[in-house]
């Protein structure tokens, strides 16, 4: 079955500084791959997604990921943070053929600092 | 599009109640998912439906849960009788089966309290 492991509880940073939130995954066959964001009191919204091709994929707020399949990883990123993004960041992760199950990460809280 | 509809947003009940908790998919997909939120264990997926069929319910704790989906436009999850642990926020979502790329849409979540 496929997992997520989103090794970190919180991540700080300060205004401006880069932010990377980091997720390893396991999953048989190639995956599909995803990061979430949840605000207070909302639900999940879709930031980026790795399909296949590019192993960095541009999402939505300036977010960016990397796919790297040797390191079984897809890192978050966003080269300067803002205040307004500190939120609770979800990773997931599908198998490319069969069930359609998406597995979710822990998720990690991301703090940033004015 | 309206988005992914669930209500009510807020429950608060007794313990030994019965809680419904519903869901309206966007219009058009044809999978939609409970999950379950809590601090403690984080997101943890109940069941999910292709097509109006439950495919997987091995997320469901235990014979207290039930859910359903009679057409493609409503689901209901409920809990009978409720307990305190079942305290959580349930989210439902849904996606398009066959774009095969598994995103998927939230709603805003049905938070409940047993007391």
């Known amino acids: 079955a496929q997992s997520v492991a989103q090794p970190e509880d919180q991540v700080n940073v300060a205004e401006g500084n880069p932010l990377t939130v980091k997720c390893t995954y396991s999953?048989?066959?190639?995956?599909?791959l995803f990061w979430y964001v949840q605000y207070p009191n909302r639900g999940l919204q879709f930031l980026l997604k790795?399909?296949?091709?590019?192993?960095l994929v541009k999402g939505s707020y300036g977010f960016e990921a990397e796919f790297n399949k040797s390191q079984t990883s897809f890192h978050l990123k966003k080269p300067s943070a803002l205040v307004s993004d500190s939120a609770l960041y979800f990773c997931a992760v599908r198998p490319y053929y069969g069930n359609n199950r998406l597995a979710f990460g822990k998720g990690n809280q991301v703090v940033v600092i004015p | 599009d309206a988005g992914v509809i669930q209500s009510p947003r807020h429950e608060v009940t007794e313990m030994g109640q019965e809680v419904t908790l519903r869901c309206k998919p966007i219009s058009g997909h044809n999978s939609l998912f409970w999950y379950r939120q809590t601090m403690m264990r984080g997101l943890e997926l109940l069941i999910y439906?292709?097509?109006?069929?439950?495919?997987?319910d091995s997320g469901m704790p235990e014979d207290r849960f039930s859910a359903k989906m009679p057409n493609a436009s409503f689901s209901t999850l409920k809990i009978q009788p409720s307990e305190p642990r079942d305290s959580a926020v349930y989210f439902c979502?849904?996606?398009?089966?066959?774009?095969?790329?598994?995103?998927?849409?939230f709603g805003e979540g049905s938070r409940l309290t047993v007391l």
């Open positions: 790795y399909i296949t091709g590019d192993n």
């Open positions: 979502a849904s996606s398009l089966l066959g774009q095969n790329t598994g995103e998927l849409f």
């Open positions: 999953v048989s066959g190639n995956p599909y």
């Open positions: 439906f292709n097509n109006n069929v439950p495919i997987d």
